[in-house]
């Protein structure tokens, strides 16, 4: 589990294998997460009012993504409508193998 909702961080890499992993973005700046990860399930939560842009890999996983915050605009691309407005947001980009991505 990692919470960075109160923590100013600009670019975060989680790099896991066969594992469960819980990550809160950080509710102010601008910050990056990069993920790459196997056989993994992967939770990842944006605190309400943060925009975001979720970029997507994926191999045979199945990705989950709360599309009424973060509308598709393309094959593996998710993005808030206010993203390029805002000067707190989270841009999540995801590389994964086996198992099961969700981004709320």
Do not use: C, W
Not at 9 to 27: C, D, E, F, R, W
Not at 67 to 83: A, E, K, V, W
């Amino acid at each position: 589990d990692i919470d960075l909702k109160d923590v100013l961080a600009s670019h975060v890499k989680l790099n896991t294998g066969a594992s469960n992993s819980n990550v809160t973005m950080p509710a102010r700046g601008a910050s990056v997460l990069d993920v790459e990860a196997g056989a993994a399930s992967i939770n990842i939560r944006v605190p309400d009012n943060t925009p975001a842009r979720i970029r997507v890999k994926e191999g045979v996983t199945a990705v989950n993504v709360d599309t009424n915050r973060f509308p598709r605009l393309d094959s593996g691309m998710y993005q808030s409508p206010n993203f390029d407005a805002s000067v707190d947001r989270a841009e999540i980009n995801i590389e994964a193998g086996l198992g099961s991505v969700s981004v709320k």
